[in-house]
């Protein structure tokens, strides 16, 4: 059954919750962190400036894409799909669903910030058109310092990514 992707609404926001604390074991059983950040909570995640996108299977939510909107710019702030739903193309299409929403609003760019040694983090993000980039806004500087605080930095090299958007 194909994946239908629409905005978060309602109970959803829940959902995301559950998808990104299953999508992190992956990292978790990787990485083998003494300590892994919590995920957001649907309050946060819901209250957050910008849009999110769910991948809904049979009325089931799969995956999730969070984008934020700050300081005129938009950031790629989450990816999540279940990890009995990997592999099925929900991630990449969660990905350019996002990139094509951040074009309509009129963004120029978007970036995230992943692991770089990760395949399904940097690679995977190369893969749908990312390039490795320098923090050049506050937001983004910002950003490293929370990966820092957050002992991020400590389970491998972080980088930040920029895709340039169609603006519409």
Known sequence: MEAVLRPAEGPDWEATERVERAADRLLVDLLSPEEWPPAATAAERRAAPGFTLVAAVGGEIVGFVQVLEVDGATHLEQVSVLPESGGRGIGRRLVEAAV?????????????????????????????????????????????????????????????????????
């Open 100 to 168: 094509a929403e951040a074009g309509r609003r009129g963004y120029r760019e978007i970036t995230l910030r992943t692991f770089a040694d990760v395949a399904f983090n940097a690679p995977f993000y190369a893969s749908c058109g990312f390039v490795e980039s320098a923090p050049a806004t506050p937001f983004q500087v910002g950003l490293v310092a929370v990966e820092e605080r957050l002992g991020l930095t400590s389970m491998g090299r972080r980088v930040q990514m920029t895709r340039a958007l169609d603006a519409r």
